[in-house]
Nanobody, 125 residues
Framework: QVPLVESGGGLVQAGGSLRLSCAAS????????MGWFRQAPGKEREFVAA????????YYAHSVKGRFTISGDGPRNAVYLQMNLLQPVGTAVHYC??????????????????WGRGPQVPVVS
């Protein structure tokens, strides 16, 4: 069973907005924070945004800062990503992830322990 389930993906035009949601599924767990990553075909999975529950801090990749907003509910292991002014970068799969071990770093896939399958977000110009 996939521990995290994302929703909200779909086709969007460049300049448009989209909101992704992610929630824990099945067996419950406690996380120190959650994050969003995206992966385009033939490219490595890259960091988009993260949130840490204890201090309420949010972190963003430079490429999305000012356009994307991450928010969430720690006790429910739910996280959201509001994406505005989407750029025509093609199709990328967007994954949410949960950190169960209080990793020191937050921008690498190895820092996270639970993953969703990821909805596709095709951005067309």
């Amino acid at each position: 069973q996939v521990p995290l389930v994302e929703s909200g993906g779909g086709l969007v035009q460049a300049g448009g907005s989209l909101r992704l949601s992610c929630a824990a599924s099945g067996r419950t767990f406690s996380s120190y924070g959650m994050g969003w990553f995206r992966q385009a075909p033939g490219k490595e999975r890259e960091f988009v945004a993260a949130i840490r529950w204890s201090v309420g801090s949010t972190y963003y990749a430079h490429s999305v800062k000012g356009r994307f907003t991450i928010s969430g509910d720690g006790p429910r292991n739910a996280v959201y990503l509001q994406m505005n002014l989407l750029q025509p970068v093609g199709t990328a799969v967007h994954y949410c992830a949960a950190d169960l071990q209080a990793s020191y770093l937050i921008e690498f896939p190895a820092d996270y322990d639970r993953w969703g399958r990821g909805p596709q977000v095709p951005v067309v110009s």
